[in-house]
């Protein structure tokens, strides 16, 4: 397969799908179909924490099962009902609302004996064991689902078979959901005008990061949309920044022939641009790929030093193997089960089953 170029006007198309949600599957053959979270029980998630609590220290450690309740919200009750500050509370990572997931909070051990107060119809805690750290966000290798999809097409269980099949040998394309777009899908837009040197209303610092964390996931949706549609997804090329499965390390691509075979056994993985003065660089026609982007968006990579300390930059995997796949049809409904690294969207694994928006 030759090496492509695009410029920038072509790169505006990957753009317009990416703003739209309209994004490229990875997979071919028709989708399932189907109704995801038709209850919150259709949908169940466990965090993986990064390690266990000690047993000793300053913190609690609180793992709570919750339905039907954001994290965030989870955390404002547990501040209510414990007099804590919302900073006082640490989370590893945010989870749907829409859901049964269960995860770890914590906070001081001081109120130890009153943790039982967290409970409520929609809160429960399952433990509560003292720890040295407060919890940060991304202290979790990952998360286990349990999810069903109803009301999907008569032969879904045949056809989900054989999307898996592909996924396990390709991958599926690790987009950000369009949670991280906001309701509306506009959550980016103050980001890419205060980027732009636009004058925009003062923002909180929360939503300030959260404006432009969005532009960053906007932009490598982009990145991945393009890729696939230029039939690079699975094409590693010199000057490609790679990522080794096992210990995330990234690095250059210097032999091309060398790291295809290495990204085809699943020992690496390519990756795209999260935007930012410490992300890795690219060389050479991938270089041109990144920066035809930016141009596309009315950006450079000069754009994020202003704000620097939110949008350091970083590279993120272009596609994801789910760990321990099982489908299983039962009447007119599917059942999943899986594990994903952190900071991956189930959502982006079930657009390649349902292939519907």
Same mark, same amino acid.
């Given at each position: 397969?030759?090496?492509?170029?695009?410029?920038?006007?072509?790169?505006?198309?990957?753009?317009?799908?990416?703003?739209?949600?309209?994004?490229?599957?990875? $997979?071919?053959?028709?989708?399932?179909?189907?109704?995801?979270?038709?209850?919150?029980?259709?949908?169940?998630?466990?965090?993986?924490?990064?390690?266990?609590?000690?047993?000793?220290?300053?913190?609690?450690?609180?793992?709570?099962?919750?339905?039907?309740?954001?994290?965030?919200?989870?955390?404002?009750?547990?501040?209510?009902?414990?007099?804590?500050?919302?900073?006082?509370?640490?989370?590893?990572?945010?989870?749907?609302?829409?859901?049964?997931?269960?995860?770890?909070?914590?906070?001081?051990?001081?109120?130890?004996?009153?943790?039982?107060?967290?409970?409520?119809?929609?809160?429960?805690?399952?433990?509560?064991?003292?720890?040295?750290?407060?919890?940060?966000?991304?202290?979790?290798?990952?998360?286990?689902?349990?999810?069903?999809?109803?009301?999907?097409?008569?032969?879904?269980?045949?056809?989900?078979?054989?999307?898996?099949?592909?996924?396990?040998? $390709?991958?599926?394309?690790?987009?950000?959901?369009?949670?991280?777009?906001?309701?509306?899908?506009?959550?980016?837009?103050?980001?890419?005008?205060?980027?732009?040197?636009?004058?925009?209303?003062?923002?909180?610092?929360?939503?300030?990061?959260? $404006?432009?964390?969005?532009?960053?996931?906007?932009?490598?949706?982009?990145?991945?949309?393009?890729?696939? $549609?230029?039939?690079?997804?699975?094409?590693?090329?010199?000057?490609?920044?790679?990522?080794?499965?096992?210990?995330?390390?990234?690095?250059?691509?210097?032999?091309?022939?060398?790291?295809?075979?290495?990204?085809?056994?699943?020992?690496?993985?390519?990756?795209?641009?999260?935007?930012?003065?410490?992300?890795?660089?690219?060389?050479?026609?991938?270089?041109?790929?990144?920066?035809?982007?930016?141009?596309?968006?009315?950006?450079?990579?000069?754009?994020?030093?202003?704000?620097?300390?939110?949008?350091?930059?970083?590279?993120?995997?272009?596609?994801?193997?789910?760990?321990?796949?099982?489908?299983?049809?039962?009447?007119?409904?599917?059942?999943?089960?899986?594990?994903?690294?952190?900071?991956?969207?189930?959502?982006?694994?079930?657009?390649?089953?349902?292939?519907?928006?």
């Amino acid at each position: 397969m030759t090496r492509q170029r695009r410029d920038p006007d072509q790169v505006i198309d990957g753009q317009a799908a990416a703003a739209s949600s309209e994004l490229p599957f990875l $997979t071919t053959g028709p989708g399932i179909g189907g109704i995801l979270k038709q209850s919150p029980e259709d949908f169940f998630v466990d965090e993986i924490p990064a390690y266990e609590p000690s047993g000793e220290g300053e913190f609690l450690f609180v793992r709570i099962e919750k339905r039907g309740l954001s994290t965030p919200d989870l955390v404002r009750h547990i501040g209510h009902v414990l007099s804590l500050r919302v900073e006082d509370i640490g989370c590893a990572g945010r989870k749907d609302a829409n859901a049964v997931t269960r995860q770890y909070v914590s906070i001081p051990a001081t109120k130890a004996e009153l943790v039982e107060q967290i409970n409520t119809n929609y809160v429960t805690v399952l433990s509560a064991e003292r720890h040295g750290n407060k919890l940060k966000t991304g202290h979790l290798r990952g998360n286990t689902f349990r999810i069903v999809i109803r009301n999907t097409v008569a032969d879904a269980e045949e056809l989900a078979t054989n999307i898996a099949a592909e996924i396990s040998r $390709t991958g599926f394309p690790n987009y950000f959901g369009d949670q991280r777009f906001g309701n509306d899908g506009t959550t980016d837009d103050n980001g890419f005008r205060l980027l732009r040197g636009e004058r925009v209303r003062r923002l909180s610092r929360d939503g300030l990061r959260f $404006t432009l964390s969005a532009v960053q996931s906007r932009l490598f949706n982009t990145w991945i949309a393009v890729r696939i $549609t230029d039939g690079l997804s699975r094409q590693v090329l010199e000057g490609d920044v790679m990522q080794v499965v096992a210990s995330k390390g990234p690095f250059v691509v210097a032999d091309s022939a060398v790291e295809q075979a290495r990204y085809e056994s699943q020992e690496t993985v390519l990756t795209g641009p999260i935007f930012g003065p410490k992300m890795k660089q690219p060389t050479g026609i991938p270089e041109e790929r990144e920066q035809q982007v930016l141009d596309a968006f009315g950006l450079s990579g000069e754009s994020f030093q202003k704000y620097r300390k939110l949008t350091s930059g970083t590279r993120r995997p272009l596609v994801i193997w789910p760990q321990d796949l099982v489908v299983k049809g039962v009447e007119n409904e599917l059942q999943f089960s899986f594990t994903l690294p952190s900071g991956v969207y189930a959502t982006s694994l079930f657009r390649e089953f349902q292939k519907t928006e």
